[in-house]
């Protein structure tokens, strides 16, 4: 069984910053790729970032240059640095992970989410 467990959402006001992380435990195998996605009331659950287990990262148009994604190998973990944040960066923010099984199955899984708001 495999669990994400995220960390670091709240209340921040604009131009605020703000570190969620993501760890994830169990049987998971070679990592392929980490992230994050967010949903706001009424719409659809959209990419944020994402970043391979060597390293390589995506993000979406509308956080370029304010969020950084890493990830710590060792210990299955993922991170999202935000910075410059603005009020439609307010969503429930969701962990994500694919993995590949020494068996060559591939899994995904997601965490249960964590609200980010922004608001002054």
């Known amino acids: 069984q495999v669990q994400l467990v995220e960390s670091g959402g709240g209340l921040v006001q604009p131009g605020g910053s703000l570190r969620l992380s993501c760890a994830a435990s169990?049987?998971?195998?070679?990592?392929?790729?980490m992230g994050w996605y967010r949903q706001a009331p009424g719409k659809q659950r959209d990419l944020v970032a994402t970043i391979t287990g060597g390293g390589r990262t995506s993000y979406a148009d509308s956080v370029k240059g304010r969020f950084t994604i890493s990830i710590d190998n060792a210990k299955n973990t993922v991170h999202l640095q935000m910075g410059g944040l603005k009020p439609e960066d307010t969503a429930v923010y969701y962990c994500n992970v694919v993995f590949t099984t020494k068996s060559l199955n591939r899994f995904e899984y997601w965490g249960q989410g964590t609200q980010v708001t922004v608001s002054s």
């Open positions: 169990g049987s998971i195998g070679s990592i392929n790729a």
